[in-house]
């Protein structure tokens, strides 16, 4: 069974809609119990880092989400992953919960082709770093979909794919021991991400 955790922030039904056609058992929940019987965890996430954080915060859900994580897969897509790193400067500085070492930074400053539209959206190429579980049915180059204006750096040991945008490789998977991320959306990546789904839950 897939925990999907509810704090408020993501576009839940999406994911939910994407892991049931996959014929896979999945419960939205901010339940710790719920959490500590599953067998795989997804931490989903839009908006802005420093509420979103807050916000599940208040769930009391960080010591369980941390404690599990030693124990199980978990897969932090968009502000999820954004969330899984020591810190993030989007609109200040914010802790993260350090299940990934690196931060999140803006991607605007580090363009140097100043015209490029951020937030970077659409479909991009993922570039495979070097191979893992996660992409057991995905093919390196396949196009995966991304809607986001900051994004992880400083994080080269735990990168396992990466999507160039302008002069940036921008950091499109990583990976720490059992803790996954995505920065683009599989649920909104068609076929492509519904395999990278698949191999998650196989993991």
């Known amino acids: ?94 802790k993260g919960l350090g299940l990934v070492p690196g931060q999140v930074v803006n991607l605007h400053d580090d363009l140097e082709d100043k015209t490029l539209k951020v937030p970077h959206m659409g479909w991009n190429s993922l570039q495979i770093v070097p191979d893992d579980p996660i992409f057991k049915h995905f093919e390196d180059g396949e196009y995966v979909y991304y809607v986001h204006s900051f994004y992880a750096k400083d994080c080269l040991p735990s990168t396992l794919g990466t999507s160039q945008y302008g002069n940036v490789a921008v950091t499109g998977v990583v990976r720490n021991g059992n803790v996954y991320g995505t920065q683009f959306h599989p649920e909104k990546s068609g076929d492509a991400g519904l395999r990278l789904l698949k191999a998650f839950s196989e993991l």
């Open 1 to 94: 069974m897939i925990a999907i955790i509810d704090y408020g922030v993501g576009n839940l039904f999406s994911l939910s809609s994407s892991l049931k056609a996959l014929g896979l058992e999945t419960v939205i929940t901010n339940d710790a119990e719920q959490l500590r019987a599953a067998d795989r965890i997804i931490l989903p996430g839009v908006g802005a880092f420093g509420d979103a954080k807050a916000k599940l915060d208040a769930t009391g859900l960080v010591p369980v989400i941390r404690e599990e994580a030693q124990k199980k897969p978990l897969l932090g897509i968009c502000l999820g992953m954004q969330l899984l790193f020591d810190r993030s400067f989007e609109y200040g500085e914010h």
